[in-house]
């Protein structure tokens, strides 16, 4: 059973002490796990802690946030332990995070071969020419057009959408098992945006990857997703398999959240006609105690007052 799991949070919570006093919890009690190959979308408004789970499983919290309490188990070891030196050969290469605003994660004075080689350089112990090679072949996968040439451009030289196809690459080059996308097109235009999104689900196919896709946009979430979480203030309200969510979706925020998303055909199908009448039951009439509850196979519920 076990073996088929890539990634599973248990009860993990983000503390952020002294921030207005006494301090914020950006993460409250959040469990979930993703199989190997399968895709997890995270959704959730602005400052619900999405941010503070992807880098809690990078281990990169911004000052001051610490993990307080929980496991986050990576190939069944726990990234929260885990020994600085251990950690290097998880981060960056076995796990990696693909973030928005791009270009503030390249460096303006190094060219882009440059910048990749290095990582496989330091990550894979690959030697110049070999280095240059892996670099020009990942360039190639995420369709950078003259991508020889690209090589040797500096970041500012490159589009919005360029940089972020080479951002993904930087994320792909040391071949990880597991990626995370923290609002990754939420800064391109539409069209763009589409281009990379199916560009990126392509590569998740091809490369079989294990994937936490985090976003505000459940519509984009829903386009290629395998199961699907709400984040709000911090707790996972809803998590369910994508079908089961909207077939089946219970808590006022889901409702509230689909009822705004309607440019899909494929899902309005399966959206249930009349979900408030069952989420009306559930909560009115049922005594919702405040911890999850599974209300269909692995779709799991939980009212926060
Ligand atoms: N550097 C920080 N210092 C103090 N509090 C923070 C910091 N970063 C995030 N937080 C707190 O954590 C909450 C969740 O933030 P974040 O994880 O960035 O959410 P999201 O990515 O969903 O917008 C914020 O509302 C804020 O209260
Ligand atoms: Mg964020």
């Known amino acids: 059973m076990t073996e088929n799991i890539s990634l599973s949070l248990n009860n993990l919570t983000v503390d952020y002490p002294g921030y207005k006093g006494s301090g914020t919890t ?3 009690d959040v469990s979930f796990t993703i199989d190997k190959g399968k895709v997890l ?3 959730g408004e602005s400052g619900a802690g999405k941010t503070s789970i992807a880098r809690a499983i990078t281990r990169q ?5 610490e993990v307080t309490a929980g496991k986050i188990l990576f190939e069944n070891k726990d990234i929260v332990t885990m020994p600085q030196k251990e950690l290097k050969n998880y981060l960056g290469s076995q796990i990696s995070l693909i973030v928005p605003n791009p270009k503030s994660e390249l460096d303006p004075l190094l060219t882009i071969g440059r910048q990749l ?7 894979l112990k690959l030697n110049n020419r070999e280095a240059r090679e892996a670099v020009l072949k990942v360039l190639e996968s995420v369709q950078i057009p003259d991508h020889r040439s690209r090589y040797s451009a ?11 196809r080479v951002i993904i690459a930087m994320s792909l080059i040391c071949n990880p098992k597991f990626v995370i996308s923290d609002d990754a097109t ?12 199916k560009l990126m689900q392509n590569i998740i196919k091809e490369k ?3 994937v936490l896709f985090i976003t505000r946009d459940i519509g984009l979430a829903a386009h290629f997703c395998d199961h699907l979480g709400l984040l709000f203030r911090g707790q996972i309200v809803e998590i369910a398999p994508i079908k089961s969510f909207f077939r089946n979706p219970i808590h006022p925020y889901s409702l509230a959240l689909l009822s705004a998303f309607s440019h899909s055909v494929k899902w309005r199908k399966v959206y249930s006609t009349e979900p408030q009448k069952w989420s009306k039951e559930f909560f009115v009439n049922g005594n919702v105690p405040d911890k999850m509850i599974e209300v269909e196979k692995g779709h799991l519920v939980r009212m926060i007052r």
């Open 154 to 164: 500096y970041p500012h030289e490159l589009s919005g959408g360029m940089a972020q």
């Open 61 to 65: 919290l911004v000052e001051p946030g």
């Open 41 to 43: 979308g995270l959704v």
């Open 117 to 123: 080689g290095d990582i496989v350089k330091t990550h």
């Open 26 to 28: 950006a993460v409250k």
């Open 208 to 210: 079989n990857l294990s």
């Open 186 to 197: 939420s800064g391109l235009d539409v069209t763009v945006q589409r281009e990379i999104m």
